[in-house]
């Protein structure tokens, strides 16, 4: 059926998105088709429950040449979708967008182009983001942190209109990551990155897959993943205590051989007992951060679970991924 290898491969996770796909693939197979080089879309469908899998499906059916639709049997996260849709690609420059038309496909040409440019990751800059202030603002504060404490230097982390080079696709494939974060993971390896401005559009169907503790989940694999900086903090707080502890017993102490026995203080005490306390908690949370992660490397279950991909050449049923 296929006959021409592809040259660039367009992968897109989709959870839900049954309102989203038909103006998806009326914008998605235009701007392809235009292109020059031979190329395939792989979408991912991540165990939506509405009827994203017949549409994806029906896609295929009406474009075979140039679909392909991985199902997944469960939800395991865009990014975990994102590598089944790498582990797929054939392409020599690898496309990653949204579903949900926020990236708008009419900027993959740009971006590819910039690859071709010598670029092995090309990421991308929201030039004027269309989501909520909250999610802006807190974006803001993230990139920024991020870069901090990651030390990778990203302008927008949550863009995921992207496009990477072959080495680099193969490179990711070969980390078997449960809990990653993809634009950092490939930004770690890039030699030559790059970003540039794109359009955002507000999402028109459909709402954001991603609850604040989704978020804030997906923010903490971004940092455990990347950075050993809050671990260290952890230790810097507790050596920061220890020692203002001390100076403080030292004092306690010299007041009362100066001014003998006094109760003075007992709330001010239990203000500060407080503090201690939640910070202590804090950093056990940040330590279970890491210790949660690391148990779920070692227990090595797949990562996904693909229950069948549709238009393959060699058409797997049930097949796991580690
Ligand atoms: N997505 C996914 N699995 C999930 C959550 C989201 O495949 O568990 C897909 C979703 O269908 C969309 C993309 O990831 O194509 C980005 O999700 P969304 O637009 O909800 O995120 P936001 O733009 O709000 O950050
Ligand atoms: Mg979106």
Request: net charge neutral; glycine share 6%; with cysteine.
């Amino acid at each position: 059926m296929r006959v021409t290898i592809p040259e660039i491969s367009v992968v897109i996770p989709v959870y839900n998105e049954e309102e989203s796909l038909p103006f998806m693939f009326e914008r998605i197979f235009r701007v392809l088709d235009a292109l020059e080089n031979p190329y395939e879309i792989i979408f991912i469908n991540d165990g939506s429950r509405d009827a994203t899998l017949p549409l994806l499906l029906q896609a295929w059916k009406q474009r075979p040449d140039v679909t392909r639709v991985v199902d997944f049997n469960g939800n395991f996260g865009q990014h975990m979708a994102i590598m089944a849709g790498f582990e797929a690609a054939k392409g020599n420059i690898v496309v990653t967008l949204d579903a949900d038309l926020q990236n708008p496909p009419e900027e993959i040409p740009r971006i590819i182009r910039c690859v071709r440019d010598g670029h092995d990751v090309v990421g991308t800059v929201r030039r004027q983001r269309r989501d909520t202030f909250f999610r802006m603002a807190a974006s803001r504060v993230v990139n920024m942190l991020t870069n901090k404490i990651t030390g990778l230097s990203l302008h927008d982390y949550g863009c995921m209109l992207r496009a990477y080079r072959r080495d680099i696709v193969d490179i990711i494939n070969d980390s078997a990551e449960t809990a990653t974060f993809i634009p950092a993971l490939a930004q770690k390896f890039a030699t030559n990155p790059a970003e540039i401005d794109v359009d955002h559009e507000e999402r028109k169907q459909g709402r954001s897959k991603y609850s604040l503790l989704r978020l804030f989940r997906l923010n903490f694999d971004l940092m455990t993943g990347f950075s050993m900086a809050p671990l260290q903090a952890v230790t810097m707080i507790g050596i920061l205590i220890s020692a203002m502890s001390f100076i403080f017993a030292a004092y306690m102490f010299i007041r009362r051989l100066v001014l003998g026995p006094e109760a003075e203080g007992v709330f001010t005490l239990f203000a500060v007992l407080f503090l201690l306390m939640g910070v202590t908690v804090s950093c056990i949370g940040i330590e279970g951060e890491y210790v949660g992660r690391i148990y779920q490397e070692v227990r090595r279950r797949p990562r996904y679970v693909v229950r069948k991909i549709y238009g393959s050449d060699d058409e797997i049923s049930g097949e796991t991924s580690q």
